[in-house]
């Protein structure tokens, strides 16, 4: 049985950070993209970031280059996500997920596995 489980979601005033983790049990067939998203009340869900297996080649939205830092722990089968300098707009569910697939890396329809999500507000 393949699990996703993030923690580190939590309320945080503007320009602070946070970071969140995601640990995997279970094995998964393929080596793809490991990435994380975003949905927010009334919108759709959106890739932030995303870090392929195979090389550690990772891709960000543009609303959070240079401010979040995705990152990854192999020998723990763990996810991270380092996020500074955060905004009101940051705020959502944050949702680890598992791809088998080598492209799309922020685009959700590529992925196969998904996390029950941790939530991350951020207040002005």
């Known amino acids: 049985q393949v699990q996703l489980v993030e923690s580190g979601g939590g309320s945080v005033q503007a320009g602070g950070s946070l970071r969140l983790s995601c640990t995997q049990s279970g094995y998964i067939y393929g080596l793809g993209y490991m990435g994380w998203f975003r949905q927010a009340p009334g919108k759709e869900r959106e890739g932030v970031a995303a870090?392929?297996?195979?090389?550690?080649?990772?891709s960000y939205a543009d609303s959070v280059k240079g401010r979040f830092t995705i990152s990854r722990d192999n020998a723990n089968n763990t996810l991270y996500l380092q996020m500074n300098s955060l905004k009101p707009e940051d705020t959502a569910m944050y949702y680890c997920a598992k791809s088998q697939r080598d492209w799309g890396p922020l685009a959700p329809n590529t992925y196969n596995y998904w996390g029950q999500g941790t939530q991350v507000t951020v207040s002005s």
């Open positions: 870090i392929y297996a195979r090389s550690g080649f990772t």
